[in-house]
């Protein structure tokens, strides 16, 4: 639970709604764990719209619910680092998910929900990987999970997938598009 309202609380600190504490501490007291798939594109950079958009499903330029402020040239220049000379992805660190670890029950579910302005993809593989956009890959080998259609869910921007029936052990997933958006479940 206490993970639960860490990623709320941070999720509220993000979005700047310190009012909805009481809410959030409600919701913290909740039995369904949350992840927020999360990124800060700007929705005022129309650099963005040759790549579909930011919010990529409101009209150009984003709705009033979403406010981002990455640039897309802020988006490239930290995606690798000239201290990974082997040319290893880092990535902007506010295309995330968050929390990026929890832990959870036999027979919980965990609903995952896109709150950032681009389309994600939240990946159960076997092994962290690259996606399918190799110049956002870098160095690493592409996760085959991500050019398999039957296993690759699209989560365009305010959708939610559920996750259940999640066996006992740890699962991987990843975005198969930004590939160090990672996240690891703890099945108890
Ligand atoms: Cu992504």
């Known amino acids: 639970m206490r993970l639960k309202f860490v990623s709320l609380l941070a999720l509220a600190i993000a ?68 201290l990974a000379p082997g040319g290893q992805v880092i990535g902007h660190p506010s295309w995330r998910n968050e929390p990026s670890y929890i832990s959870i029950n036999s027979g919980q579910k965990v609903r995952v929900t896109n709150g950032g302005g681009r389309q994600h993809t939240f990946t159960h593989v ?5 996606g399918f956009i190799p110049p956002l890959n870098g160095a690493l080998v592409p996760a085959p999970e991500c050019a398999n259609p039957g296993v690759l869910t699209f989560l365009p921007y305010k959708d939610s997938q559920t996750l259940t029936g999640l066996a006992s052990g740890v699962h991987r997933y990843q975005c198969c598009i930004h590939p160090w958006m990672r996240a690891a479940i703890r099945v108890n």
């Open 15 to 82: 979005l700047g709604g310190w009012k909805v504490t009481t809410t959030l501490q409600a919701q913290a007291r909740s039995n369904d764990p949350n992840i927020t798939i999360m990124d800060n594109c700007s929705e005022n950079d129309p650099g963005y719209d040759p790549f579909g958009g930011c919010p990529e499903t409101a009209p150009f330029p984003g709705s009033a619910s979403y406010h981002g402020d990455v640039s897309v040239n802020e988006f490239f220049a930290l995606l690798f680092s000239p």
């Open 126 to 130: 076997a092994n962290f990987g690259g």
